[in-house]
């Protein structure tokens, strides 16, 4: 396979995880904000923290009111973390590797990005913003289904799998980092709406109700954490993740230039245990998970990505 052609297909990936993630987070922190009373709510910038866009926010000058922070995250095109920029990368993507894409494929991306391009600017309001975002995430689902359904499994199902996956991981610790951080920073202890944010985090990663059946209804904040980290059955879970990456490099011939960091972070959800860390350790821990997964991208676009493969 072209070096181009993989990486193509690993950023429509990672450009369409990205979407689908953040509308999600988006969905569920709005709908948080209209569940618990005044003065207890997270604040917009939430969002910002979970991207680390908050250094390009400020120098746009705008004030941090729900109306710019959500046009920011939804409808700028201008904005890289933004759900429209990531679609449209995603079909700028996939527009150059339409030879190795299923038809169906192409024609529902395309359709995905016509959608957004026509909706985008009137879902910031909250009139519209749950109905587009859940079109956005139904349409996300079809096109992943489509691949899982139709798509070879060659080479370049290994590179799309893989941009889902380690972007899935890179977004799943930057929620769970922002969140918790959130509700132990907190000067005052809110007991009973730290419940609901610790809800809105298994929600914001569609984990709640797998979580619920293996726990029961009482969410405790280091089960929410272990479970979103070490499930090896949940999809979006940190171990999960971790285990069909390593599956995915594992047929390819330059597999050792990856191995040992799919070992390191395989290493450190071993040392993982949420039920006996400080907050503060826990937040270092995932961190170091976080990025040792960035290095695995890193590494795939010097390996596989700057040369032919």
């Not at 890289?80 to 995603?90: D, E």
């Not at 889902?164 to 959130?182: K, M, P, Q």
């Not at 191995?259 to 245990?273: R, T, W």
């Not at 949420?274 to 826990?282: L, P, V």
């Amino acid at each position: 396979m072209l070096s181009r052609v993989a990486e193509r297909l690993f950023w429509t990936a990672r450009y369409l995880e990205r979407a689908e993630s953040l509308s999600r987070v988006i969905k569920t922190l709005s709908r948080l904000r209209m569940d618990v009373p005044r003065g207890t709510e997270l604040p917009w910038t939430t969002l910002l923290a979970i991207l680390g866009n908050h250094s390009e926010y400020r120098a746009s000058g705008k004030a941090a009111t729900e109306t710019n922070i959500m046009k920011f995250m939804i409808s700028e095109i201008e904005t890289p973390t933004s759900i429209l920029f990531s679609v449209n990368s995603a079909r700028e993507n996939a527009r150059t590797t339409r030879g190795v894409l299923p038809t169906e494929v192409w024609e529902c991306l395309n359709e995905l990005y016509l959608f957004c391009k026509d909706n985008a600017d009137r879902s910031v309001a909250r009139k519209n913003r749950f109905k587009f975002l859940n079109e956005l995430e139904r349409r996300c689902q079809l096109l992943n289904g489509l691949m899982m359904l139709i798509q070879r499994r060659d080479h370049g199902y290994r590179f799309i799998t893989l941009g889902h996956l380690i972007e899935r991981i890179d977004f799943t610790l930057r929620v769970i980092n922002t969140l918790s951080s959130a509700i132990t920073e907190r000067i005052e202890s809110k007991p009973a709406f730290d419940s609901l944010i610790w809800a809105s985090l298994l929600e914001s990663l569609a984990a709640r109700g797998s979580y619920r059946r293996s726990y029961g209804p009482l969410i405790e904040p280091d089960a929410a954490i272990s479970f979103l980290v070490l499930e090896p059955q949940l999809p979006r879970s940190i171990a999960f993740c971790v285990r069909n990456i390593k599956k995915a490099y594992r047929p390819m011939k330059k597999k050792a230039a990856v191995m040992p960091s799919i070992d390191m972070l395989e290493q450190l959800l071993v040392k993982f245990n949420a039920f006996d860390m400080s907050d503060a350790a826990i937040r270092e821990a995932l961190e170091q998970v976080r990025l040792t997964a960035s290095s695995i991208s890193d590494i795939s676009t010097k390996t596989w990505f700057m040369s032919e493969s």
